[in-house]
């Protein structure tokens, strides 16, 4: 299922326009199983719009994408969710009115084999399964310490719990790609750290790949052990983060001390 | 001091996700049944029992498939007396087809048939979202009612264009239709359907399928992306919800005005199941008996309310006040407590909890 | 077969057969058709305002008319009657906004369909509470004889109402386009964000919106009360208005009007040439099948805008 260097996917020549306006263009990198890949560049540079790519929300109009070996054509959202893609959301994509082990337990949904009649009987395995599926729910809630808002409809928590949640959901798929979209956005110091050492955890204890828009550079060099950059819908660098911090194109257009005033609307 | 749950405690997950995890509201479920199967029929009169209960059992029903389609999935329906329609229709021409099948099976056939008129209607719905949908059900709406009143062939021809339902009876002896019905049957019938379709649709919707309808209303997009198929899990809920309201239908012809009337059906029957499950609580199970239970006893009770107080009004204001006072509900309703009705109740249980203590 | 000759050829034959009928029909469906686009355009206004469907726009119609008659048959002149009417669905309008909208304001739209649904009935009962459930004949001075031309059949009132109803047409647009307040009003329409930004008065705009809104409902009520007298089902009118809406496209005000001929015209036809062969009162749910098939091919109607979902 993978190819022969470990690489889980690989983004080549991706290019993604609406109208007029330009996303991506001609992106190309790859991500390696069991890594931490982050994604980094300035607001408009196109990061979500990669991550969308990749799950199949967006569908690029040039460019190939090849997953576990296979070259996939243009997956639909909840094929990608199949094929073990899970991924959270800039502004929290939470189902507000459920509570945070309902919000968990449809990250389970696609492991789960019944159907409605099952359920309206709700006998023995209909039951069981629900049972099983709760364990695994509450490891995760477990796992990341909102044991105490379980029943609480996720609508009322406040910010950095429902980014909690939101991780938990992507968890409960069992994913081997996690794309987290910008994890810390809004948090405070004590937030980044736990939110920090819930991802580590993730990729080490379970072994997930994970990708990562971060802006927070502190968080992205610790964490992660590989970078791609982006600009204006282009690669300007890739590599560790040794390597991306000391990048002169990438001082200049995201780090660097002084640049002139040509970041316009996208700035 | 009665309602305190210390001492109870989930020792598994299944006890946990139990309908009534809390031993009192178990025991206040069973003395309900009881009190309900027993006790009702031995103390009320015919009045009560015939055009009290049974109505509102048979809207409950109605109400219940309304919410799984509106409350729970978020699909808002106008459609409601059409498929209602579709459902007293179909067991019209079954009963009157095939003489021979035990009645029970016939409502439930109506209900399948419905299920699948309503699985044809929900088909729009991956194109269009939230309102416009409303639109398309419209269309259910009024396409339904003129079909039922036109084509000659679902009222078997008749040439009077008023149909009565057929006399049937239940374990061969005991008539729940036509002019032999006992209204403690016809009690009895009703509320043991409206019994075990709450209890399955309890159970669906606190499972694997709730949480996929809840989804697709909270945000249709994020559901999609974690591998939720949204047509199929809209067309179930078209589908689960006709199969309740085309039973509920069967039953008001059958049971409740002994006639098949498509004008029964028609765009204001709609309207008024919309608005029990509004001032019952949308997207749950006990709101749609709340609502259907208000609905029932708001007209009886503004009927009744004058005489008590020896005032003397017309049947016109009574009809009036009501359709002032829905409108004004409906509104105070999604101001204050969208969740209707069943929200308070919830509310109200969470003070019990604390009684006799303040806090 | 025989049903598909009936049904896919038999009804244009019919057409082709008489033309001076086929206009005559044409006509008349036209006719109610601009009657629609008035009640539709109401609707596009407060929609294009304040993003909210008012289906209480056509209860509002209703009750318009109800006051006026009920004022005229008490015995008021006509133009003080008309000025009262005015008053009070100006009055209408703040009532609805203050205690219906405002406190609905970050709602969804179904949530906000539902309280304008609230908002209806409790209107129907409180017009038959004030005037009475019965049907009140209305005069206006109009004759409603039928009138021949070339040949051709057309009812008097049918194009009475039908001048009026493009006279205040062509008088909103005017006003949208060329006054100030017109302008300010287009913005709010637009964003309402950036017009609270450049200091124009959300809340006035809305107020001055939901009552011109409701002096279309006023004319409109009039000119459906004089044809077919004032009473209950003239609320149902609004629920005419939604396959117009979805026509023309819920934003557009030109849409309403196109919409509205469309649906007046298509209805009419279907009733005449097809009603023989699959059963009368077509008409009933024609609009809504048309509607559907809209809602399938093109959303957003004729001249609506495209909505486009971002993640």
Redesign the interface.
Known sequence: MLSGDGVLLKVEGVALAFGGVTALSDVSFDIRRGEIRAIIGPNGAGKSSMLNVINGFYRPHSGRITYKGRTVGHMRPHQAAKAGIARTFQNIALFKGMTTLDNIMTGRLLKMRGNFLLDALHVGPAQREEAAHRAVAERIIEFLEIQAVRKVPVGRLPYGLQKRVELGRALAAEPDLLLLDEPMAGMNFEEKEDMSRFILDVNEEFGTTIALIEHDMGVVMDLSSRIVVLDYGRKIADGTPEEVRHDQAVIDAYLGVAHDDERGAWG | MLYREVGQFAT???A??AIFPIRQDRFGMLVLVLVAYLAVPLVANEYWLSTIFVPFFVFSLAALGLNILTGYA?L?SLGTGGFMAVGAFTAYKLATAFPGINIVLVFVAAGIVTALVGLLFGI?SL??K???L???T??AQ??L??LF???AWFQNYSPSGVITAPPRAVFGHFFVTGPEARAAYKYWFTLTFAAVLAL??K??VR??????W??I???D?????????PLSTKL?AFA?SSFYIGIAGALWAFIYTASVEASAFD?DRS?QI?FMI?IGGL?SILGSFLGAAFIVLLPIFLNNLPNQLGLHVGV??V?????????????FF??AE?NGLAALWRAGKEKLRLWPFPH | MHIFYAILIGPFVTMAKEPAFLVEVLIGGLLTGVMYSLVALGFVLIYKASGVFNYAQGTMVLFAALTFVGMLEAGLPAWLSLIAVIVVMIALACAVERMVLRPLVNQSQIILFMSTLGISYFLVGLGQLLWGGDVHPLDIGIPSGPLTVHGILINQLDLYAAVVAGTLVAALALFFQKTAVGRALRAVADDHQAAMSVGIPLKQIWILIWAIAGLVALAAGIMWGASLGVQFSLAEVALKALPVLILGGFTSIPGAIVGGLIVGAAEKLGEVFWGPVIGSGVEDWFAYLLALIFLLFRPQGLFGERIIERV
């Open positions: 598994s997950y299944a946990d996700q978020g808002l729009p194109r269009i939230g309102f416009y409303a639109v398309a419209l269309a009024f396409f009612i003129w009143v036109r084509i399955a649709a159970n669906m499972g694997a399928t709730g949480r996929k809840m989804a209303r909270d945000m997009i994020a559901a999609e992306i974690i591998g939720i198929r179930l689960v765009i309207f919309l509004i997207g016109a204001l009809t009036n006040l009501q359709d002032m006072i829905y409108g004004a509900l409906i509104v999604l101001i969208p």
